[in-house]
């Protein structure tokens, strides 16, 4: 589940469950995350994880889904606030080195 918010910049899209591990979850946060594409109308998305603890390889899935539908899309999607349970899932994965993650939701004003 999400909770939305837009500022002058960006669509933040904060992610409510601590863990992200049943199928119904994933299939609800995920198609959650790709519905907002196209309402970022320009801005970017960026995606808070502060919650998250616990995610599911299903659900990295739906990431990378989101990441090639964004780029396709040319949506600048950010991820942010990573907890250090998952930041080592995407290490692993590799995944930190596809996405663009900040540190919080307040970047500090240099593009990457």
Not at 8 to 22: C, F, Q, R, Y
Not at 58 to 63: D, N, P, W
Request: with cysteine.
């Amino acid at each position: 589940m999400l909770h939305v918010n837009e500022t002058d910049d960006s669509l933040n899209a904060e992610i409510t469950d601590v863990k992200i591990l049943d199928e119904g979850t994933i299939i609800q946060t995920g198609k959650e995350l790709m519905d907002l594409l196209p309402r970022t109308g320009g801005k970017k998305l960026l995606v808070n994880f502060k919650r998250v603890q616990f995610m599911s390889s299903a659900m990295i899935g739906k990431l990378v889904m989101l990441h090639k539908k964004a780029k396709a899309d040319q949506v600048d999607l950010r991820l942010c606030n990573i907890t250090p349970n998952v930041m080592e899932v995407f290490k692993l994965t590799r995944l930190n080195k596809i996405f663009t993650i900040e540190t919080d939701e307040e970047p500090d004003g240099s593009e990457s």
